[in-house]
Structure formats: structure tokens, C-alpha cells
């Protein structure tokens, strides 16, 4: 009988053999994410006679209790509760918030856990489209909700935090905790992730200046929105040849770190720990929670602006994005200590590219499709934010080493832009919320 440690073997009979190959399919995120998960006993499980109850109950455990962040599972069945008997709109707000970090590092592990059955390249796919999951959900319900301000807020705070915020944080704390060593990291990553996030800053600005250097909003407001479209097909296009890129033929910028992980102060799971269907249905499962959260944040999200006298702008750009990512944000933080930067770069870079390339164009796609106008045109502050951000990280990363003070100047850089933000009153916009041919 296959031991309760193997679980798999209970499921799916014979697993092929989890090579170092499977396990080079794991990604930044991934091994990002696993800095925050904590290693099951199963000593109570084992004793159970039924094998679906054990074989359930284990799941149970490495899903929702594998994770140092399972504490905040509980705001989940609270923001449902909240919602259901009319508590607050702000309480609503803030609960599926906090509900929402430790399912975004759920769907980091149950994607890793596929990955080992279906091989690196397959896994490395899933991981790029779920690596976002929860951005990518709240902007396609704000989407359908019509609130075009959010999504770009959203998003464009997404982008923000990953370069300033997260790598910021990585290079001050790797600097200070590595004083006396050389801190290196493979710049030909960081050149690749520079130069895609550049050409998503020249499609932002494109359709900024266009409409700027127009007579009239409205002589300008249909070619910018065509010009957007046209963008976000070659962003799309761009993603997926950096997909092949990273997968295919270069794979081996993205794996070089990997080579060194095994220092014993990583949980480094060499076999799967739940089945490959159970990891799928815990995935679906995860998703549909998160999509329920994300319709919650978005209806509550003004209330609570209200509530609490904040600006929309500041909520979308600076805090949804800081606790929507905190897991994943921590282990950067935490590689980063260990004088691990590639792994550091590769999450922040390739959240940043991700969603830069890959999100917001398939957001103007999306609503393309839905029939609303949404265009590439962030105005000018937010325009001018991400330009300055982008060029600042692009400097701050040219000879591949690094120190405290690179990553001091980058957190300073993210305080002045979450100031000015906060001071920033400026209302959603309601005149953009609308349906073609409404």
C-alpha cells in the first residue's frame, strides 16, 4: 500500500520520475513563494482507517495549513459573512482584502504542484498565466462593472510596487544583511525584463501624446482608442515570443540560480505533496474564492474611499497591491537576505513585465470584446510615474551588482509617489465608463 507521504501514488498510480529537469520547471514565483510555507506533520492524519477521508484530510493540511500565512484564512468566511448580513462596506473592503494574500500564494503552490506532473514547460505556462491571477480578476471585474479607473489604478499600482516597492526593499535589506560580500546578480534577466517594460512605457505614452497633441478630446478620443488596441495586440504578441524566450531557448537565464538552492533553508520539495486532480480542483476551487473576493473588492472599494477619506487612486495604486501581494513580496525580501537576487529580480521583474505585457493588454482586448472603451491612456501623472519608475530601475540595474543605497533610492522614490497619490483627489472618471454604440 503507497505510504500517506506519497499521496500521488494513491491517485494517479506510478508518477514519472521527479527529475531535476521537473524541478527546473519551477519559476521565481514559485520558489519565491515557498520561503513562506511550512512543512506538514501528518503523525494524526495517518491514523485515520478511511483512505478518501486521509487522502482529504492530507490535502486539507498541505493546502490550507502548509502556509505560514494560513492565519488570514479566516478573513475569508468573515468577508462572506460581512457581505451576506449587511455588515460595513468598508469592513467588506478591508476582509476580502486581507482574505485575498494567502489565496494568492495558494495558487502560486498548487500551480508548482501541477507543474511536477505535467513537466517544466507546461507548468512554466500555467505559472505565467496564473502567476497574476488575482490582478487579472479584479480588473475584469472592475471591467464588467465598468469602472475603467480602477482597472488602470490597479494595475498600474501592480507595476509600481513590483519595481519599486519589492525590489527596493530586496536591495536595501540584501545590502544591509551582506555588508562586507559583493551582492551579483545575471544581468542578461534584468536586460530582457528592462527592455519588455520599455516598450510597454512606449505604449503608454503613445496614446498620452496623441491625445495631447490633438485640437480636441473628442477629434482624439477615437484613434487614441484604436491606436490602444492596435498596441495592445503587439504587447500580446511581445509576451509570448518572451514566453518562448524564457521557456524554449534561453531557458537557461531564467534556471541559473536554481543551481545553488540547496542550502537547507529552503523548503525545496523534490515530489509532489497532493495528486495532480486533486491539485487541479484545489486550483479551480482557489479561483472561484478569489474571483468572489475580487467582485467584493471592486463593489466596496468606494465606500470604503469614503469611509475612510482616501482617495480611490491611493487605495488601488498603493494598497491593494501591497496586501494583495504580500506573500509573494515577503519572499523576495527573503531571498534577497540570503544574497539571492537573481530569484528576487525574477519576481519582481517578471511580475512587473507580467502584467505590464501581458495583463493590461489583454484588459483593453477584454473589454474590446465586452464593447467598452477602455485605451492605454493613463494620464499624465500615472504616465509620467510608471516612465520615471521604469528608467530609475533600468539605471539602477545596468552593471549587475548592487548595494543598500540602490534599493534606499527606489523605496524613496515609491514614498514620494504614494504622497503624491495620496494628496491626489482627482475623481473616477465617469465619462469614459461607457458602451460603444450606448
Given at each position: 500500500m503507497a505510504s500517506l507521504h506519497e499521496p500521488w501514488l494513491l491517485e494517479n498510480g506510478n508518477l514519472k520520475g521527479c527529475s531535476k529537469e521537473i524541478r527546473h520547471g519551477r519559476t521565481a514565483h514559485n520558489m519565491s513563494s515557498s520561503s513562506l510555507r511550512k512543512k506538514s506533520d501528518l503523525t494524526l492524519v495517518s491514523k485515520v482507517r478511511y483512505v478518501m477521508l486521509r487522502q482529504f484530510l492530507t490535502n486539507l493540511q498541505e493546502v490550507i495549513l502548509g502556509t505560514k500565512l494560513s492565519v488570514l484564512f479566516p478573513a475569508i468566511p468573515l468577508a462572506i459573512a460581512a457581505e451576506c448580513y449587511g455588515f460595513g462596506r468598508p469592513w467588506i473592503f478591508a476582509l476580502s482584502l486581507l482574505g485575498l494574500t494567502p489565496l494568492a500564494e495558494r495558487v502560486s503552490f498548487l500551480t508548482e504542484q501541477i507543474a511536477y506532473y505535467t513537466g517544466p514547460t507546461v507548468g512554466g505556462l500555467l505559472n505565467a498565466t496564473c502567476g497574476n491571477a488575482t490582478e487579472l480578476i479584479i480588473a475584469i471585474f472592475a471591467l464588467s462593472q465598468h469602472k475603467i479607473d480602477v482597472v488602470k489604478y490597479s494595475l498600474l499600482g501592480s507595476v509600481l510596487?513590483?519595481?519599486?516597492?519589492?525590489?527596493?526593499?530586496?536591495?536595501?535589506?540584501?545590502?544591509?544583511?551582506?555588508?562586507?560580500?559583493?551582492?551579483?546578480?545575471?544581468?542578461?534577466?534584468?536586460?530582457?525584463?528592462?527592455?519588455?517594460?520599455?516598450?510597454?512605457?512606449?505604449?503608454?505614452?503613445?496614446?498620452?501624446l496623441f491625445r495631447m497633441s490633438g485640437a480636441s478630446a473628442a477629434l482624439t478620443a477615437d484613434p487614441t482608442l484604436q491606436l490602444s488596441r492596435a498596441?495592445?495586440?503587439?504587447?500580446?504578441?511581445?509576451?509570448?515570443?518572451?514566453?518562448?524566450?524564457?521557456?524554449?531557448?534561453?531557458?537557461?537565464?531564467?534556471?541559473?540560480?536554481?543551481?545553488?538552492?540547496?542550502?537547507?533553508?529552503?523548503?525545496?520539495?523534490?515530489?509532489p505533496v497532493i495528486g495532480f486532480w486533486s491539485g487541479f480542483v484545489w486550483l479551480v476551487g482557489m479561483t472561484a474564492v478569489i474571483s468572489l473576493l475580487s467582485e467584493y473588492v471592486v463593489e466596496t472599494i468606494e465606500d470604503a474611499s469614503d469611509s475612510w477619506g482616501i482617495s480611490v487612486s491611493f487605495?488601488?495604486?498603493?494598497?491593494?497591491?501591497?496586501?494583495?501581494?504580500?506573500a509573494e513580496h515577503a519572499g523576495a525580501i527573503i531571498f534577497a537576505f540570503k544574497n539571492k537576487l537573481d530569484i528576487s529580480l525574477g519576481v519582481a521583474l517578471g511580475s512587473a513585465t507580467q502584467i505590464s505585457m501581458f495583463v493590461v493588454p489583454l484588459c483593453i482586448v477584454v473589454a474590446w470584446i465586452m464593447g467598452i472603451e477602455m485605451d492605454l491612456n493613463f494620464n499624465l501623472l500615472e504616465t509620467g510615474s510608471l516612465a520615471l519608475s521604469i528608467i530609475a530601475v533600468a539605471f539602477t540595474l545596468?552593471?549587475?551588482?548592487?548595494?543598500?543605497?540602490?534599493?534606499?533610492?527606489?523605496?524613496?522614490?515609491?514614498?514620494v509617489i504614494g504622497a503624491c497619490f495620496f494628496v491626489s483627489k482627482t475623481p473616477l472618471s465617469k465619462g469614459i465608463d461607457t458602451i460603444v454604440g450606448a
Open positions: 510596487s513590483n519595481l519599486l516597492l519589492v525590489l527596493g526593499t530586496s536591495l536595501f535589506c540584501g545590502g544591509i544583511a551582506n555588508l562586507r560580500r559583493e551582492q551579483k546578480y545575471d544581468r542578461r534577466q534584468a536586460d530582457v525584463n528592462s527592455l519588455l517594460l520599455l516598450l510597454a512605457l512606449l505604449c503608454h505614452s503613445l496614446p498620452l498596441s495592445s495586440i503587439v504587447m500580446l504578441i511581445a509576451y509570448i515570443s518572451y514566453l518562448v524566450f524564457q521557456l524554449f531557448t534561453h531557458r537557461q537565464l531564467f534556471e541559473a540560480q536554481e543551481e545553488s538552492e540547496d542550502d537547507g533553508n529552503v523548503i525545496s520539495e523534490e515530489e487605495i488601488s495604486i498603493i494598497l491593494l497591491p501591497i496586501v494583495g501581494n504580500a545596468q552593471d549587475g551588482t548592487s548595494h543598500y543605497m540602490k534599493g534606499l533610492v527606489l523605496l524613496l522614490l515609491y514614498i
